[in-house]
């Protein structure tokens, strides 16, 4: 079964840094268009950056110029590297993606990313 699994979330302080991974279990998905999301308690679920397949990012604009998105395709895992974090970054982040000939979009469980201030 195809599944994707978020790791390296924790605790930092605000202004930190802390990269989390998505590794998939399938390369075709990992090369395709990937995303990140993110939901904070009582909200919703937003995007926060996207890798393209041919390796174009683009960023939340509240994320931009601290966070990069970036594949490894031999490792098959996406990274969310994010600097001078703040504490409303706090939340469970989600990697998202599809498979090239299909529409159902594929989500990790999460990983807690929570930033003190």
């Known amino acids: 079964q195809v599944q994707l699994v978020e790791s390296g979330g924790g605790l930092v302080q605000a202004g930190g840094s802390l990269r989390i991974s998505c590794q998939a279990s399938?390369?075709?998905?990992?090369?395709?268009?990937m995303k990140w999301f993110r939901q904070a308690p009582g909200g919703e679920r937003d995007g926060v950056a996207t890798?393209?397949?041919?390796?174009?990012?683009c960023y939340a604009d509240d994320v931009k110029g601290r966070f990069t998105i970036s594949r490894d395709g031999a490792k098959s895992t996406i990274y969310l590297q994010m600097n001078n974090l703040k504490p409303e970054a706090t939340a469970v982040y989600y990697c998202?993606?599809?498979?090239?000939?299909?529409?159902?979009?594929?989500w990790g469980r999460g990983t807690q990313v929570t930033v003190s201030s």
């Open positions: 998202n993606g599809r498979l090239p000939w299909n529409t159902r979009d594929i």
């Open positions: 399938s390369d075709a998905l990992v090369r395709n268009v």
């Open positions: 890798i393209s397949a041919g390796g174009t990012a």
